[in-house]
Nanobody, 118 residues
Framework: QVRLVESGGGLVQAGGSLRLSCKASGSILSVFNSYTIGWYRQVRGEERELVAI???????VYADSVKGRFTISRDNTRRTVYLQMDSLKPEDTDIYYCGFGPTTPNIWGQGTQVTVSS
């Protein structure tokens, strides 16, 4: 059983920064480095969209809207993935979810709210 726990969300002014963390636990030791893991966001009633992910061991994928502002990183020894969010904009306001799976995520965390005020 794999469990994902996100943290680090909050309220920040436009132009500010936040760092999200996603810690994975459970029977994932053998696949943590090779599966897809990363960050998605969703506003209630809308589709969940990709923000930034690791696709496999080292390939990163970013949404166009966050390129140059967000950085995804990982600490394999801690089974943790981070999302450094800089130059935040009000349109980044959302619930951010950590997802994990063999190609596309099929396991999700509970989400963490990010609110950017103008």
């Amino acid at each position: 059983q794999v469990r994902l726990v996100e943290s680090g969300g909050g309220l920040v002014q436009a132009g500010g920064s936040l760092r999200l963390s996603c810690k994975a636990s459970g029977s994932i030791l053998s696949v943590f480095n090779s599966y897809t893991i990363g960050w998605y966001r969703q506003v209630r009633g809308e589709e969940r969209e990709l923000v930034a992910i690791f696709s496999g061991r080292s390939t990163t994928v970013y949404a166009d809207s966050v390129k140059g502002r967000f950085t995804i990183s990982r600490d394999n020894t801690r089974r943790t993935v981070y999302l450094q969010m800089d130059s935040l904009k009000p349109e980044d306001t959302d619930i951010y979810y950590c997802g994990f799976g063999p190609t596309t995520p099929n396991i999700w965390g509970q989400g963490t709210q990010v609110t950017v005020s103008s």
